[in-house]
């Protein structure tokens, strides 16, 4: 099953365009580690650019061809954008699956979230033209009050590898929903759908400038991006130590920023679960996109009295897993999106085995496959709370336990984290999962599952996983500003001072 990756240029002002410098970065296949193409590589100059493109579409015939447009007209973009996404899924699936390394299946999935996501924001672009002018109620007669939800302006959405298109559409969809001009800089790790966004938006006659997008290193074009005085807002998805820059360098100019960060997210399991299921929540939470997840819960925190038998479950499990190419018919794991990744991961395996940590199962190359940046499926035992394992986010297939004997106990270990994205409850007494959901410090709580996400509900995190929620109506309004109006209305004099004519 091959494909053949589309040469791209960078996509400003609705059409491609040359990089300044005439840059290009490699595609690696993950799987076979051959060079399979390249994207542009985008710098300060491009950056500018779009930025003025973007800030063009704003204003362009008074802001009447995109930002003051009504909802509905934004919509049919949106809703046009979802069909044709709908019908390239097959061709969007296998890049995403080659540029990234995710198995096939889950990356159709991702491309019909991409399609919901859009046509979720369809519907909340139209809701908005009927939520404009809401009433403020007041304790004074001689005023009326209302409020108007109005773009932010020019944003920068800096996004994943994990992810590539559905995390891309997590911020374009609403931040067009709400009228914005867009400047999207997926990571140069994994970008090919993302440009091919820019053909899709090309083909459904989106007015040029409105969504640009820039493949490029970091330094060189992400970082211009967040600083850029005309952009107004940052939302970021990524590494904390990245949000970490980004928003010091947004601080500069009081630029608002969204922040969704990195995790190390608990699953507590309690005894009086069916094993089965629970082993396969459990592996589902940290070995699905192939461990590479923000939110996976990769801390195992299980009762004591069923420990042994629940993690020899979770082996057998395990050895069940389909690891190859993720083309392949099947595939349930598939490689890591780098070497850099590869080694790092290995490298945290390496760490824990150092520090007294057992490696229960994985922790290596599967044996059948020798290229390709695959790890397999790693559990470790007999961890400490000091170990780096337990402290620091891998972003790979590895899943640490930790026992425990009570609920306080269990608790205490969940939160033991500088992290506050996801965490999961196995249980069940839903009572007790009412009560671990309330003393969780977590943006996301799963009862009896891990993982499972959707558009209509919100996402983001506490902590150092970061602030803002993405997805449902806080998506939306992540991308709009609120105007308050008020107006007196009394044909009465306001009579405060003297009137001079009175004297």
């Known amino acids: 099953m091959s494909i053949a990756i589309p040469n791209r240029q960078l996509f400003i002002d609705g059409d491609w365009k040359v990089p300044a410098l005439g840059k290009r970065i490699p595609i690696i296949n993950p799987s076979t580690q051959q060079i399979i193409g390249d994207i542009p590589a985008a710098t300060k100059e491009d950056v500018d650019v779009a930025v003025a493109?973007?800030?063009?579409?704003?204003?362009?015939?008074?802001?009447?061809?995109?930002?003051?447009?009504?909802?509905?007209?934004?919509?049919?973009?949106?809703?046009?954008?979802?069909?044709?996404?709908?019908?390239?899924?097959?061709?969007?699936?296998?890049?995403?699956?080659?540029d990234c390394g995710k198995p096939l299946d889950e990356a159709a999935w991702d491309i019909d979230d991409v399609a919901g996501c859009f046509e979720f924001y369809a519907d909340?672009?139209?809701?908005?033209?009927?939520?404009?002018?809401?009433?403020?109620?007041?304790?004074?007669?001689?005023?009326?009050?209302?409020?108007?939800?109005?773009?932010?302006?020019?944003?920068?959405?800096?996004?994943?590898?994990?992810?590539?298109?559905?995390?891309?559409?997590?911020?374009?969809?609403?931040?067009?929903?709400?009228?914005?001009?867009?400047?999207?800089?997926?990571?140069?790790?994994?970008?090919?759908?993302?440009?091919?966004?820019?053909?899709?938006?090309?083909?459904?006659?989106?007015?040029?400038?409105?969504?640009?997008?820039?493949?490029?290193?970091?330094?060189?074009?992400?970082?211009?991006?967040?600083?850029?005085?005309?952009?107004?807002?940052?939302?970021?998805?990524g590494s904390s130590a990245t949000g970490s820059k980004i928003m010091t360098a947004a601080a500069q100019l009081v630029k608002p920023v969204s922040l969704e960060l990195g995790g190390k997210s608990p699953i507590v399991v309690f005894e009086d679960v069916d094993l089965d299921k629970a082993a396969e929540w459990t592996i589902f939470g940290c070995f699905w996109t192939n461990g590479q997840i923000c939110s996976a819960t990769s801390r195992l925190i299980v009762h004591e009295s069923i420990a042994t038998e629940f993690l020899n479950r979770i082996v057998k499990w395990i050895k069940n897993i389909k690891i190859s190419d993720p083309l392949e018919e099947g595939c349930r794991l598939g490689p890591v999106v780098s070497e850099g990744q590869y080694e790092k991961i290995l490298k945290f395996i390496s760490n824990a085995k150092s520090e007294g940590a057992t490696i229960l199962t994985g922790g290596s190359r599967p044996k059948h496959l020798n290229k390709g940046f695959f790890v397999e499926p790693t559990v470790i035992t007999d961890v400490t709370t000091s170990m780096q394992i337990w402290r620091e986010e891998v972003f790979g297939p590895v899943l640490c336990v930790k026992t425990f004997s009570t609920e306080e106990e269990a608790i205490d270990l969940a939160n033991d984290?500088?992290?506050?994205?996801?965490?999961?409850?196995?249980?069940?007494?839903?009572?007790?999962?009412e009560r671990i959901t309330k003393a969780f410090k977590a943006g996301i709580v799963w009862i009896?599952?891990?993982?499972?996400?959707?558009?209509?509900?919100?996402?983001?995190?506490?902590?150092?996983?970061?602030?803002?929620?993405?997805?449902?109506?806080?998506?939306?309004?992540?991308?709009?500003?609120?105007?308050?109006?008020?107006?007196?209305?009394?044909?009465?004099?306001?009579?405060?001072?003297?009137?001079?004519?009175?004297?």
């Open 53 to 98: 493109a973007a800030k063009a579409a704003l204003s362009r015939n008074k802001g009447a061809d995109w930002a003051s447009a009504s909802g509905a007209v934004r919509a049919r973009y949106l809703r046009a954008i979802a069909a044709k996404v709908t019908e390239k899924k097959p061709e969007l699936a296998k890049l995403e699956a080659i």
């Open 124 to 237: 909340l672009a139209e809701k908005l033209d009927s939520k404009q002018k809401a009433p403020v109620s007041l304790p004074m007669d001689t005023f009326k009050s209302y409020v108007l939800k109005e773009p932010i302006g020019v944003v920068g959405l800096i996004t994943p590898w994990n992810y590539p298109m559905l995390m891309a559409t997590w911020k374009v969809a609403p931040a067009l929903a709400a009228g914005c001009a867009a400047i999207l800089k997926p990571s140069e790790l994994a970008s090919v759908t993302c440009l091919e966004l820019g053909e899709i938006c090309k083909e459904v006659g989106l007015p040029a400038g409105v969504l640009n997008i820039l493949t490029g290193l970091g330094p060189e074009a992400g970082a211009p991006l967040a600083v850029h005085p005309d952009v107004d807002k940052i939302a970021f998805t």
């Open 417 to 433: 984290t500088v992290y506050g994205l996801g965490s999961a409850v196995i249980s069940n007494d839903l009572e007790r999962c």
């Open 448 to 503: 009896n599952c891990s993982q499972p996400c959707f558009t209509q509900a919100p996402w983001g995190g506490i902590k150092r996983s970061g602030f803002g929620r993405e997805l449902g109506e806080w998506g939306l309004d992540n991308y709009l500003s609120v105007k308050q109006v008020t107006q007196y209305i009394s044909n009465e004099p306001w009579g405060w001072y003297h009137s001079p004519s009175k004297m």
